[in-house]
């Protein structure tokens, strides 16, 4: 069965740090490039960033870039976002999600076929 399964989320203060995590089963975690977006309520889901599954080269969104930080371990079959100085605006539904394919392209939703069923982080003011 495949599944992606993250954990590490909860409430943080403002300029906290937060590790989120994300284990895979059920499918060969090398051959998939990765991902982390987030939704918050009412608004529409949004890329966070994306690794390759090979050669670990990434993308960040804007909003994320030099605080937030993503790494894989392809050994453990396990992937996770490191969060620094988090925002109130941080807070949303965090989902790992999964690409057929080492590169991902535009680190857009609608490519990823495998998610998570997110974890909640909420970053309070």
């Known amino acids: 069965e495949v599944q992606l399964v993250e954990s590490g989320g909860g409430l943080v203060q403002a300029g906290g740090f937060m590790r989120l995590s994300c284990a895979i089963s059920?499918?060969?975690?090398?051959?998939?490039?990765t991902g982390w977006f987030r939704q918050a309520p009412g608004k529409k889901r949004e890329a966070v960033g994306c690794i390759s599954s090979t050669d670990g080269s990434t993308y960040y969104a804007d909003s994320v870039k030099g605080r937030f930080t993503m790494s894989r371990d392809n050994a453990k079959d396990t992937m996770y976002l490191e969060m620094n100085k988090l925002k109130p605006e941080d807070t949303a539904l965090y989902y790992c999600a999964a690409l057929l394919g080492q590169y991902y392209y535009a680190c857009e939703a609608g490519d990823f076929g495998l998610w998570g069923q997110g974890t909640q982080v909420t970053v309070s003011s």
């Open positions: 059920g499918f060969i975690f090398d051959d998939y490039a």
